[in-house]
């Protein structure tokens, strides 16, 4: 908001006054033009059938059908379907559009006139004045189309203030363009009969400059944005002087075969911004160039089918003119909800995502009405009805794949993320320094980005590029972690390998996710402060209390084999507490414990030891990787003890790549380990060695004796 208190802030509203001001002078325009307040409608036949009307005299006449307009010259005006056809943009013949033109022009002239006779099909004829229409005459679709046409341009000026640029400039063009689309087609649809001298040939020039441009300004932008194509300054050159041209033809006079030659370039240049946006995806999958083809294809595809529709319809006799209307104004709906849409997509607006597609459905519905009735020959409600239940069913089935495809999540299942989340909260708990490392590797699964990257620039909270590219997410500082440590964050890029946008609701899931990171983080460390404090107080308690009563039992032992064994105890009892009091063990002392603990024990039984230990690194084992590891060693040399018979025995302990292997091997009189009956002692060896998420296995030597190999993960393990 900072950057909006200076000159955008001013400009921003002498624009928004300049465009206001605009359409009130429009509005106070026609509220001023004489026109005859009644309500008309098409007949099957083609006349013009009285409706409702406010004039006394005409209100008895409701629903007979009007044959002419007699002027107090003694002309008249023939009453037909191009009465109340008041724009001649839509009208496919050329002589049918200039006969429409001239009759617009002479109903303009006849207005201005204090009074006017209306002769119907029963004989009879009624005087009626023309009256100023007043804001009240203006109707209600007349303030719908010019409230969303003054949106859609504020709309685009906030868009060029935010972010000058060429692209944003062009996006500006086009919602000004387009809201003097939807002006025009406000004054189209006032209420009565009857505009100013001259509007329809005006009309006529006016939106198909406004078409042009906006084609021309589209073709622009998709040339640099969202990446500028080489050769781009020639093509959008070439695009304007098309579109310059063929408009400066039509302001000169009539064009032949006006309408084809018009709707043909239209769906030209969407058919050049289609090759473009796909060009520009293929150079880099940026996943607005997708978005924006997909939006292209809705808009590009409905306008064909609906000039399809329209120029099928026109050979009908009469042509059903009002049906035409209102399929066009549908479709500059739809394209404007599309412009609309084009600023939020990252913000993911769910109103308006829905509005458009709606108005496409609209659009796609009324072309198959025209299509049915032009093709098929169907009644007018067995073609509406027809039209409705397949575009509801496209809309049915398209919906989900835009919203998915578009701008929906798809991020993992809720089971799969929970269990995501709890992997990496173990590992982070494990290793707080590499808690950036984890996360990246929980948003890969989450978003599936095609580049991922850490910047040490920190940021307060999850924030979504204007464009929806880019998803910016801070690194948190758990607890456990290191102090001092420099905050982070990590930039991911095109969501979905480049198939669709991040969103808003991006960042909140990554918001809710990251909130439930830190909980569980801070949960395990007070789980594991609370078992810490725990082991301690046991390990006190047995260092006091045991150990004491071994002591005196040490000293009062009858015999010396006696002292000895309560000796070893009581030293077994001392290794325990020391390990219980301790969190973590470094692997090198650890393994200088067992290679103690274990000579001990086989020098009482007449057993030679050959101890080896190596390690890439030296690492911390947690307590219970200590307390599992010292258990199976200590199993595995009793089992040896008390059944082998053995004479030597070998233990190689290394530590590699994260993977520690503890080997021992006998030469005793161990045979067949497979045939062996795991009891509590091997079947224990088993158990603990897969807590730690290891294997053991058992092989009988060449030789003589049994090998054990014992496999265990440590890359879990606190640095």
Not at 17 to 43: E, M, Y
Not at 501 to 530: I, K, N, P, W
Not at 677 to 689: A, C, F, P
Not at 690 to 709: F, P, Q
Request: with cysteine.
């Amino acid at each position: 908001m900072a950057r909006w208190l200076g000159w955008r802030l001013r400009m921003l509203v002498m624009l928004a006054l300049l465009g206001s001001v605009g359409l009130f002078a429009v509005l106070r325009l026609l509220s001023a033009l004489p026109h005859l307040d009644a309500q008309w409608r098409l007949t099957g036949a083609g006349g013009v059938e009285l409706v409702a009307a406010e004039d006394a005299r005409l209100r008895s006449k409701v629903g007979r059908v009007l044959q002419a307009i007699e002027l107090p010259d003694g002309s008249r005006i023939e009453a037909d379907a191009a009465l109340l056809q008041r724009s001649p943009r839509w009208l496919v013949a050329d002589a049918e559009r200039e006969r429409q033109m001239g009759l617009q022009q002479r109903l303009g002239a006849a207005l201005q006139q204090p009074v006017l006779s209306f002769r119907f099909d029963d004989r009879s004829s009624v005087e009626v004045s023309p009256q100023p229409r007043r804001f009240t005459g203006l109707g209600p679709l007349f303030w719908l189309l010019c409230g969303l046409a003054l949106v859609l341009y504020l709309i685009g000026v906030v868009v060029a203030l935010a972010s000058p640029s060429v692209a944003n400039g062009m996006y500006a063009l086009v919602a000004l363009c387009q809201s003097g689309n939807l002006l025009l087609m406000a004054t189209e649809s006032l209420w009565g009969i009857g505009v100013s001298p001259g509007f329809a040939r005006l009309d006529l020039v006016l939106r198909t400059w406004c078409d042009l441009l906006t084609m021309a300004a589209i073709l622009h932008a998709c040339l640099i944005h969202p990446l500028r194509l080489p050769r781009a300054r020639w093509l959008a050159a070439a695009g304007w002087l098309l579109a310059l041209g063929f408009g400066l033809r039509v302001a000169t006079g009539p064009l032949p075969s006006q309408w084809w030659a018009t709707q043909g370039l239209l769906i030209l240049y969407g058919v050049v911004v289609l090759l473009v946006l796909s060009w520009s995806y293929r150079r880099e999958p940026h996943p607005v160039s997708l978005v924006l083809r997909r939006l292209g294809f809705a808009a590009n595809g409905t306008l064909l089918l609906l000039t399809l529709a329209v120029a099928l319809i026109s050979r009908e006799d009469p042509a059903p003119y009002g049906v035409a209307t209102l399929g066009s104004m549908i479709w500059y709906v739809f394209f404007t909800s599309l412009l609309l849409l084009v600023p939020f997509m990252s913000r993911s607006q769910h109103v308006m995502r829905e509005f458009a597609m709606l108005a496409g459905i609209s659009t796609v519905a009324t072309s198959l009405d025209l299509l049915f009735v032009a093709v098929f020959a169907l009644g007018q409600f067995a073609s509406l009805t027809l039209a409705l239940f397949v575009s509801l069913a496209l809309y049915a089935g398209a919906r989900q794949w835009l919203v998915s495809h578009f701008l929906g999540s798809g991020v993992l299942s809720a089971e799969r993320m929970f269990e995501s989340l709890y992997r990496v909260a173990r590992e982070i708990e494990a290793a707080p320094r590499k808690t950036g490392d984890q996360l990246t590797k929980l948003l890969r699964e989450l978003f599936e980005p095609l580049e991922v990257v850490r910047t040490p620039r920190p940021v307060s909270r999850t924030r979504v590029a204007p464009d929806g590219s880019t998803l910016v997410v801070p690194v948190p500082r758990l607890p456990g972690a290191a102090e001092g440590e420099e905050a982070a964050a990590i930039v991911l890029r095109y969501a979905r390998r480049g198939r669709r946008l991040f969103t808003s609701e991006d960042a909140r899931l990554t918001d809710r996710v990251l909130e439930q990171l830190r909980r569980a983080v801070a949960y395990d460390h007070a789980v594991e402060q609370g078992r810490s404090e725990e082991r301690a107080r046991i390990a006190q308690d047995l260092h006091d209390d045991i150990g004491a009563r071994l002591l005196t039992l040490m000293y009062k032992a009858q015999n010396p084999e006696m002292e000895e064994y309560v000796r070893h105890t009581l030293q077994d009892l001392k290794t325990l507490t020391r390990g219980l009091a301790k969190s973590n063990h470094r692997l090198s002392h650890a393994a200088a414990e067992w290679k103690a603990d274990i000579t001990q024990r086989l020098n009482l039984t007449h057993c030679e030891l050959e101890w080896s230990f190596a390690a890439d690194r030296d690492i911390p084992l947690t307590v219970v990787q200590w307390s599992g590891l010292t258990r199976v060693l200590r199993e595995l040399v009793n089992n040896i003890i008390a059944h082998a018979q053995a004479s030597q025995v070998e233990i190689h302990c290394l530590l590699e790549r994260g993977r520690l292997t503890l080997t021992v091997v006998d030469d005793g009189i161990g045979r067949a380990p497979e045939a062996w009956s795991h009891g509590l002692g091997l079947g224990g060896v088993r158990k603990r060695v897969k807590l730690l998420g290891g294997d053991v296995r058992w092989r009988e030597r060449s030789t003589r004796g049994i090998a054990c190999e014992v496999r265990v993960p440590l890359m879990g393990t606190r640095p």
